[in-house]
């Protein structure tokens, strides 16, 4: 069993930067991949990034391509998702997520473990 805490969100303006944090007890996080999810009331879980067991692959959403950026220290157990300029748009709760196998990454369906999420606010 893993137990997922995000951290990190909060209230900010557009163009700010935020860092979330996803801290993994249970087993170590190097045994899974990881990824952050989003949602939005009203809206399907969206993919946001992805970091492979092998922490040099890495993928992110296409609305997020070159602002975001996924990391994780095994040494740890933490996952972190840099977000740099941020949008209005990318307002959402931030989930992050971890999986033994994972066959399309983009899926939110194929991640075993879910943590409680953490607000992200961006004012216009």
């Known amino acids: 069993q893993v137990q997922l805490v995000e951290s990190g969100g909060g209230l900010v303006q557009t163009g700010d930067s935020l860092r979330l944090s996803c801290a993994a007890s249970?087993?170590?996080?190097?045994?899974?991949?990881m990824a952050w999810f989003r949602q939005t009331p009203g809206k399907e879980r969206e993919f946001v990034a992805f970091?492979?067991?092998?922490?040099?692959?890495?993928y992110y959403a296409d609305t997020v391509k070159g602002r975001f950026t996924i990391s994780r220290d095994n040494a740890k157990n933490t996952v972190y998702l840099q977000m740099n300029n941020l949008k209005p748009e990318d307002t959402a709760v931030y989930y992050c997520?971890?999986?033994?196998?994972?066959?399309?990454?983009?899926?939110?369906?194929?991640?075993?473990?879910w943590g409680q999420g953490t607000q992200v606010t961006v004012s216009s």
């Open positions: 997520a971890a999986g033994t196998v994972v066959s399309f990454v983009q899926n939110a369906g194929g991640y075993d473990y």
């Open positions: 249970g087993r170590t996080s190097s045994s899974y991949h």
């Open positions: 970091i492979g067991r092998i922490v040099s692959f890495t």
